[in-house]
């Protein structure tokens, strides 16, 4: 916010500055416990810990790892969907002073290798542990946790699962470097001593990888003071603060997004985690309907997946505090309608989206609760710095220039593991003396402060000497009414050094007819420059995406490049 700005404070009732204890992540959630000791910190298919409960589960967990030989500064895995045991393995980590290294549990064999490099055990479900287990022997793990999803369940759920989704999935016993969590906190006893390792905000907490949709992806380490700050902005930002009030933790726990806002921010304020291990179209309306959250944090596909839900039209969901998109870039015509769907369902909330990555955590800024500027990914967090600088330096443009995005605060990342090239090109220390993480992002702010995103500048397409920018491209494809999601890509030609291609996922229920496609191609005559126009266009049933939903344009790329190679 800027002095020339006051009629923005009407809008935004947030402090600029926070004060943020230098403490573990675990001892942020302990003294949740204290304050809120009989509300309720989780749920998981009904099976719910008070914040007293989720606290004795933390440490009687952190005394499993402690007589296991975990120590200060080891690394464990954590390979699990949002399940029970996931967090309190977090906490219980954080809590003895050791590092979680986050991996998706789909990650392929060879990813597990790389990202499990430095781990001295790790946990997992029993059905990833056969792919694990084959690993094993590339790695420094000596102990393979594991667990069911039955584990965390309760009551007559607990044997329906067996028989249901768990019936072919076997229940490996503790043998050898297998070891059963419920094991794990049986010999809890076995350990008498400390284990508060009390580390400090500038500690390491966890590991996150990057997306890896530009490349190899790369260990994001995070220190105490990173997760902390974030979930402490988020929920001043966020207007997140009643306790007991329920978060639906559909983003997965081993990304900065779930980690931060589904799970941390809400132990932070006292909520709710409604933890959902899978998402599916088919269970999101019964979500909704049996839990009645009053956050709902996605990315923007879950939201296109919100608007095609079936036979909803009672769906209440007048209880709505916050939706928060983040992740991937929420189309202007996105909002339009994920907006009119939340007024048409009881709902006085928008859609507010956020910006940001990993190397700060998740969110670094949001739009406010009651105003938006199209097109705007909102104001910076309390804290948190953004300015735009000339692609390739660290001279500050001015008010309305597009340059690269460049964000300084507390909850920007240490570092990249064992990559000190790539940290000292990506944390760089500008005149002013901060210390600014370059972002690798286009985009613009205006004289109000609001920030807009234009696309990753690795991502830019060269066209007969032009710059264009995809997804520019992919706003105006997906504004007509016929159109889902698209995807913009550059591809090699001897004349233009690259032509415009664009693939293109139609509504539920269209077909790709001449008419629909010549309906569209006018649609981009008239709202694409004749430079930037897509000369090929390419229609699909649905598009690759990354592991935590985004498109995943370099898989098209990669597609046509090797049709190329084979023409």
Known sequence: MTPE??????YVNVPPSLNYPSCSIAQLVLNTAEKHPDVTAYDFFGAKATYRQFADEIKLCARGLKALGIERGDRVTVCMPNTPQAIIMVYALNLIGAVANMVHPLSAPEELVRYMKSSVAALTLDQFCPKLAEILPRTPVKTLIICGIEDG??????????????????????????????????????????????????????????GGTSGESKGILLTNLNINALAMQTAAAGDCTAPGHKMLALMPVFHGFGLGVCIHTALYFGGTCILVPQFSIESYAQLLRKYKPHYIPGVPTLFEALLRLQNIDKLDLSQLEGVFCGGDTLTVDLKRRVDKFLKDHGSTEQIREGYGMTESVTASCLTPRTFHKEGSIGIPYPDMYH??????????????????????????????????????KTLQTHPDGRVWLHTGDLGMMDENGFVYFRQRIKRMIISSGYNIYPSQLENIIEQHEKVHISCVIGVPDDYKMQRIKAFIVLRADQEPTDEIKTSILDHCRQNIAKYSLPQEFEYRAELPRTMIGKVAYTELEKEEAERRRVL
């Open 387 to 424: 300015k735009i600088v000339r692609q390739g330096t660290q001279e500050t443009l001015p008010y309305g220039e597009d340059g690269e995005i460049v964000v300084s605060g507390p909850t920007v990342m240490k570092g990249y593991d064992g990559d000190e090239s790539e940290t000292e």
């Open 153 to 210: 369940l309760s009551g007559i759920k607990k044997p329906l699962y067996k028989l249901t989704k768990g019936r072919k999935i076997e229940r490996r016993p503790s043998r050898g470097s297998i070891l059963r969590y419920s094991d794990l906190l049986t010999s809890a006893t076995e350990y008498t001593g400390e284990i508060d390792a009390k580390t400090r905000g500038e500690d390491i907490a966890a590991i996150l990888y990057s």
């Open 5 to 10: 700005t006051p009629w923005l404070s009407s």
